[in-house]
């Protein structure tokens, strides 16, 4: 490995994250208690998987650089060499073997960021253009079409076209539309591009509600992709770039509030983290799709049938709403309001499970088999409820799920929010 490339990644020691990242990289005390967090220890029993060995390995390169002791003894305080070696189990472990859930960040004794430690790691190694080819290509996709799928604009705009004529033909009215591009309405919504590749029925689904609520809304042509799979990929250049679209997007449309489409990473990437990397405050509203629905119902905007599901519901909290944003009550009070019989896992809200699917693994089919291993875990804790209905607010959980479903013959039905509220809606 040449030292040009290696030194690309040691950057990120000096220029990533000042006193935060030197503070969580020498913090661990080897308690083991973050081990029975993760799902990928917990499905598998392997070691190799615990969350503080993948500290340890961040942690190992930092010694072998940045201390007195790393650079003269390294044998003495485990420091490594960031070589083929060193990065080649990085990648398997920081990118293989993470969704970045957070779960074992609630759970540290000491309050070690594991998964901003596995963030750093990541972008150590995209620094060093070692990012897994198919996480890449689906960043360099957003990156040159304004989307991770590379739909072409009028392929999208037929589609919407088309989801509008269903919709009009199912409610019976032409007043019940999808617009596209309009300047000044109040909201502009957002979607995640597999609505309108798969599941188009999911944007009619929320096109319903905003209908009912007698929302001011539009969608973007140029720019409605919610996802920042480059936040995943550790390239914080391209992440700011795919956020920075979407602000401007506001600015043009003319719009007050972005509403963002059920996305558990995309909200976290927008929502919590691009002030951030922006290093600006939002000049307009955000809000989840989650919490707009639950303002409608609060404010009398929409009413749904109590009657509708008899069927037995639980709910998957993504990782990056519940435990990054702190949206955990909202999805439970739209719960409450109709569905008779909701039976929450365990455990449930911010001390949730990932479904596996999180932190770009979806798109890394590199790891696909280990993937559907850890999701024992969730199948586990979906068939403990009796459930028939699982509902999560975030296309990338339900694409998950679905795969969970499929593996694991539970014989349920995947919703997200939107489509099960769209379904019990009165008019
Ligand atoms: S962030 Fe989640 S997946 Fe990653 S090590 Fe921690 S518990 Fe495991
Ligand atoms: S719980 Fe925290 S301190 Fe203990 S081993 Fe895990 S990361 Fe280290």
Request: with cysteine.
């Amino acid at each position: 490995m040449e030292k040009t490339v290696i030194d690309k990644g040691l950057k990120v020691f000096e220029n990533g994250g000042g006193a935060k990242l030197i503070t969580h990289l020498n913090s661990c005390v080897h308690c083991g208690l973050c081990a029975e967090s993760c799902i990928y220890y917990k499905a598998t029993g392997d070691d190799r998987f615990t969350p503080a060995r993948k500290v340890d390995l961040v942690a190992s390169v930092y010694r072998r650089y940045y201390t007195f002791a790393g650079k003269y003894m390294p044998a003495l305080v485990s420091a490594r060499d960031l070589n083929e070696d060193t990065a080649n189990e990085m990648v398997d472990l920081l990118f293989g073997a993470c969704t970045m859930c957070g779960r074992c960040t609630m759970h540290c004794s000491i309050g070690v960021d594991i998964a901003y430690l596995v963030k750093m790691g990541r972008t150590l190694l995209s620094e060093m253009g070692m990012v897994p080819a198919s996480l890449q290509s689906t960043v360099k996709a957003a990156v040159e079409t304004g989307n991770n799928m590379g739909i072409p604009t009028q392929e999208f705009v037929d589609t919407i076209k088309w989801m509008e004529d269903e919709l009009a033909d199912e409610l019976n009215t032409k007043e019940a539309q999808i617009p596209i591009d309009v300047k000044g309405k109040k909201v502009m919504y957002t979607l995640n591009p597999r609505e309108p590749k798969f599941f188009p029925l999911s944007i009619s689904a929320m096109a319903k509600i905003f209908y009912a609520a007698g929302e001011s809304w539009t969608l973007s042509s140029n720019m409605y992709d919610i996802t920042n799979y480059a936040y995943f990929s550790g390239n914080m250049d391209e992440a700011r770039l795919i956020a920075k679209r979407m602000w401007d997007e506001m600015d043009k449309l003319g719009t007050s509030t972005l509403v963002l489409a059920e996305c558990g990473h995309g909200s976290r990437a927008l929502r919590w983290e691009s002030p951030n990397y922006l290093k600006q405050a939002f000049p307009f509203k955000v809000k989840t799709s989650v919490e707009i629905i639950a303002d409608y119902l609060r404010e009398g905007k929409i009413k749904l049938d109590k009657e509708k599901f008899k069927e037995a519901v639980t709910l998957h909290d993504p990782c990056n709403l519940v435990r990054s944003g702190g949206i955990c009550m909202e999805q439970r009070y739209i719960l409450n309001e109709f569905i008779e019989d909701f039976r929450e896992m365990t455990p449930h809200g911010i001390d949730n499970y990932c479904c596996g699917g999180g932190g770009g693994q979806l798109a890394m089919s590199e790891y696909n088999e280990r993937r559907m291993k850890t999701a024992e875990v969730k199948a586990d804790q979906i068939r403990k409820t009796g459930a028939k209905i699982v509902v999560s607010p975030c296309h990338n959980c339900v694409d998950q799920l679905t795969q969970i479903n499929f593996s694991f013959k539970l014989n349920l039905q995947v919703k997200t929010m939107a489509e099960l509220v769209a379904d019990a809606i009165i008019l």
